[in-house]
């Protein structure tokens, strides 16, 4: 009889042993069946409220996109360069004219209040592209001395349709606390125009900023160095949108 009940003992722990064993397995399956609460419950499903439902950006999708009526002048308005030392653009009209441009001379002037160089001139293009053109850029001091002429056919592209690049042939130097006269003619061409022109501005360089400062010059004064004198371009509204600097504090 000791011999049977020892048996039964046995056949009973295998048994409990058995069921806890299942038990395990089945709430081990369980556990790896229920998602985790890290993770969303659709994540392949495109319709989830979890996941985007806008097209992400490509790199052929453009960062900015030219209004039809205003002007967008966050992209720069001269060629891009690799060079040593940066080189800072200004534009200093917030809108396009709606209006072309037709004068003999444009004429305003500039003061920078630390020493800079000037490296091009942005200028307004013909309205109609295949117009052509015949630049004519000159640089005074303030008492009417030429520092730097220049002439031009053709204007680099930008990245701003209505504004073409005049690349000086040399750097020119601006003084602080200097004005100078900066005096075009495009051959009278109507070309674009901007308006919106701030007289005050603040170029950001490497050394920090710089203030530029632009004001429209009196007849009399443009008498003592030009034969034509009847400009109409001024702080607000006219031609000359963008000049390109180079600090000499930089290199």
Not at 6 to 14: E, F, N, P, T, Y
Not at 47 to 60: E, V
Not at 86 to 105: D, G, H, I, K, Q
Request: proline share 7%; with cysteine.
């Amino acid at each position: 009889k000791g011999e049977s009940r020892g048996q039964r003992v046995k056949l009973v722990i295998a048994m409990i042993q058995l069921a806890e064993e299942a038990n395990a397995n089945q709430r081990e399956n369980q556990d790896q069946n229920t998602p985790s609460p890290l993770m969303p419950v659709e994540m392949n499903n495109p319709t989830s409220p979890l996941m985007p439902t806008h097209t992400p950006a490509t790199a052929s999708t453009p960062v900015h996109v030219r209004p039809e009526v205003s002007w967008n002048v966050s992209l720069s308005p001269v060629r891009h360069e690799t060079a040593s030392t940066p080189t800072y653009s200004l534009v200093r009209f917030a809108t396009l004219s709606s209006s072309p441009w037709n004068r003999e001379v444009d004429v305003i002037t500039v003061k920078v209040w630390q020493d800079l160089e000037l490296m091009s001139v942005g200028l307004f293009c013909p309205c109609k592209k295949e117009q052509q053109i015949e630049v004519k850029f000159k640089m005074f001091s303030s008492s009417g001395h030429l520092i730097h002429e220049q002439e031009e056919e053709e204007l680099y592209p930008t990245d701003m349709a209505e504004v073409g690049e005049m690349k000086l042939s040399r750097p020119v130097k601006l003084e602080a606390y200097r004005k100078y006269f900066l005096v075009v003619k495009m051959g009278g061409v109507a070309c674009w125009a901007g308006e919106g022109g701030n007289i005050l501005h603040c170029l950001q360089t490497m050394m920090g900023g710089v203030q530029v400062a632009f004001e429209t010059p009196d007849r009399e004064e443009l008498e003592e160095f030009l034969e034509v004198v009847e400009n109409f371009t001024n702080t607000n509204k006219g031609q000359i949108p963008a000049l390109y600097f180079r600090s000499v504090n930089d290199g």
